[in-house]
């Protein structure tokens, strides 16, 4: 793979060779910055604009400092625009409007995971209720089992999006979360389809052998993992010609999809003829 200064001179290139009215627009729900965002390498050339919401104040308060000129960040939780319960839990990354489902936590050996500090009444943002919202060409969102809710209250904001980015569940942490098969069932009935896994997060079931045996290879447990689900490929030809360029810089730039952006190419080429 190439080096990230490569691959953003890349990415450059390619975007300056398309003939696209505006930057890719990035919408992230959830962006707090504990780990590099996917779409890092569009942003450092120069290539996407962000239209991130992050509702817990530190997080929020990185955002606003490392921010760049093409990032808009605000301090909204979105869901479907009801009053939810947040709850804090002990280890930050657990933070959710869901209660911790403790057989699955059980299962996994980490029952200290179900610690709940704090509950706060927490009043969500429909996307769809948002006025002068960016448009969206990518939905990437990490909110720890609400994003169906999400997608449910977004069905205008993701009408012209090609792609998602999406945590999907595996084994349950919490109560009522709608797990993979919602999140899946919700994108799929707006004309998304699973395109790849971008990592799968498994770990060993406890046991009493636990300690004699290699932790990595009895990793058999899968929790949770990225995913990207794109616009249904099977039907590009009833996309515009903006979207196609805008799928095949994110593919190429985001979630390293080597088919899916000769892909667009070819299909840019056939309009030209």
Not at 7 to 24: D, E, G, K, Q, W
Not at 132 to 150: F, M, N, R, S, Y
Not at 153 to 170: D, F, G, H
Not at 187 to 200: A, E, S, T, V, Y
Request: proline letters at 8%; charged letters at 20%.
């Amino acid at each position: 793979m190439p080096q990230p200064n490569l691959l953003s001179h890349h990415v450059a290139l390619l975007h300056a060779a398309l003939p696209l009215a505006r930057p890719t627009s990035i919408i992230d729900v959830g962006a707090n910055p504990i780990n590099e965002a996917p779409y890092s390498t569009l942003l450092r050339a120069g290539a996407c604009h962000v239209t991130g919401f992050e509702p817990q104040p530190e997080a929020f308060a990185e955002l606003q400092r490392i921010k760049g000129p093409l990032e808009t960040y605000h301090p909204h939780a979105i869901g479907d625009g009801s009053t939810q319960t947040l709850h804090i839990y002990a280890s930050g990354g657990l933070t959710s409007i869901f209660p911790p489902h403790l057989p699955g936590l059980a299962a996994l050996g980490r029952p200290r995971w179900a610690r709940v500090l704090e509950r706060i009444a927490l009043q969500t943002l429909a996307l769809d209720a948002i006025p002068d919202l960016a448009p969206c060409d990518l939905l990437k969102i990490d909110i720890q089992g609400g994003e169906k809710l999400v997608f449910d209250n977004a069905t205008r904001t993701l009408s012209n999006a090609v792609a998602v980015i999406v945590e999907l569940r595996y084994m349950q942490l919490y109560e009522g979360e709608p797990m993979a098969g919602g999140v899946d069932e919700s994108l799929r009935q707006q004309g998304f389809m699973l395109h790849k896994l971008m990592f799968n997060k498994s770990q060993p079931m406890p046991h009493s052998q636990a300690a004699r045996l290699n932790r990595r290879r009895t990793a058999d447990q899968l929790i949770d993992g990225d995913a990207v689900y794109l616009r249904h490929p099977g039907r590009i030809a009833d996309f515009t010609d903006a979207q196609v360029m805008h799928l095949a810089l994110l593919a190429a730039g985001v979630f390293d999809s080597h088919s899916t952006a000769p892909v667009s190419y070819t299909h840019l080429r056939a309009h030209e003829t």
